[in-house]
């Protein structure tokens, strides 16, 4: 065998061998590895997972996992673990699955009106990564509530129902304070403008709103129970509010979970600071978290002078609104009397 033959058969098994290298490669990185059908699946890795834990996390979704743990190291991920949420498709190959779980996506937090701050812990713990423990925390720690102007009763004010975008993995902390910063960026000028018109603080006023919106389901009604709060308030009157005897109750027994829908004597003797049959002014917090619509109607009375308000038997929903005792005994005795049928049927 001549030298030009040897040269010849020693090149193409070098390419023989990168040819199959390559394709070693290609199978590994560039082919689908994924084993699920639908379109998107999403994966959250834990703060300071290690890459064992990240393996047992996606090993559902991913056909072979030796080529993913094998192009994880060599592309240096099991050594820079992101925490998150990440997104992966379906076929997506090992390059783009190593590729996604370096890029996390943000999540949508959503809230509506809760009662208690425990309950709105509780709700964003389902959807971020701190538990409710380390929210409730956040929300309660001492220097936090006395640089904001807070109380631990008065800090549920600060939150108001919306949607928000965060990443999967952000610290209590950091989800407190940008609540903190949509809470002062909602009190601008002119909100605090009206507020100090009707000689409230903005926590007062939210407070006050979460009496009214708990006491009708109408948004239109709002501006008008608004108005008789802030009559009676005017005058030196208990506001005698319904809702705060109920959630006076309720805090009393530690049971938030049974359901009260008419008052009796027991509730209204109720000791208790938001008890407002028995104390003059707002309850030292609110009652439940008011909407946008509920602190607007507060700042933006309906004019009236009306001091007296009861379910209206005609017009289910809203209320008969009157000025003098004896015209609300009227409108009061026509709602216990439908009542009672009710109760009796």
């Known amino acids: 065998m001549?030298?030009?033959k040897i040269i010849l058969?020693?090149?193409l098994a070098v390419l023989v061998g990168v040819a199959y290298f390559g394709f070693k490669v290609y199978q590994t990185v560039f082919t689908p590895n994924t084993n699920?059908?639908?379109e998107k699946v999403s994966v959250y890795i834990p703060t300071d997972a290690t890459f064992e834990e990240v393996k047992a996390i996606v090993s559902p979704h991913i056909k072979d996992m030796d080529?993913?743990?094998t192009l994880a190291n060599r592309r240096g991920y099991s050594t820079e673990i992101k925490a998150g949420k990440f997104e992966l498709t379906k076929n997506m190959n090992t390059n783009s699955i190593v590729s996604a779980l370096r890029r996390s996506v943000p999540v949508r937090v959503t809230f509506n009106n809760q009662e208690r701050l425990e309950n709105f812990v509780g709700r964003i713990a389902s959807q971020i990564e701190p538990d409710s423990i380390q929210l409730l925390q956040a929300f309660k720690e001492p220097t936090f509530l006395e640089e904001n102007g807070f109380t631990e009763e008065t800090v549920f004010t600060m939150l108001l129902p919306n949607t928000f975008e965060f990443y999967w993995n952000t610290s209590a902390v950091k989800f407190r304070d940008q609540m903190a910063?949509?809470?002062?960026?909602?009190?601008?000028?002119?909100?605090k403008a009206k507020a100090e018109k009707l000689g409230l603080t903005p926590i007062q006023v939210s407070i006050l709103a979460s009496i009214v919106q708990k006491e009708?389901?109408?948004?239109?009604?709002l501006p008008r129970v608004a108005k008789v709060?802030?009559?009676r308030m005017n005058v030196?009157?208990?506001l005698q509010a319904d809702p705060t005897v109920i959630y006076a109750y309720k805090l009393s027994s530690n049971d938030f979970n049974q359901v009260i829908k008419r008052v009796y004597y027991k509730h209204l003797e109720v000791d208790s600071p938001y008890n407002t049959y028995r104390n003059v002014g707002l309850p030292p917090g609110p009652i439940f978290m008011p909407d946008v619509n509920a602190i607007d109607a507060v700042l933006n009375p309906e004019q009236h002078d009306f001091i007296y308000f009861c379910a209206s038997v005609e017009r289910f929903g809203y209320h008969e609104f009157a000025t003098t005792l004896e015209q609300h005994n009227v409108n009061a005795k026509k709602y216990a009397a439908w009542l009672n049928t009710q109760t009796t049927n």
């Open 2 to 4: 001549n030298f030009k």
């Open 229 to 231: 709060y802030l009559n």
């Open 236 to 238: 030196g009157m208990p």
């Open 181 to 191: 910063k949509e809470y002062f960026r909602f009190w601008n000028d002119e909100r």
């Open 36 to 38: 699920f059908s639908e």
């Open 67 to 69: 080529k993913f743990e």
């Open 9 to 11: 058969y020693v090149s």
């Open 216 to 221: 009708t389901a109408k948004v239109e009604e």
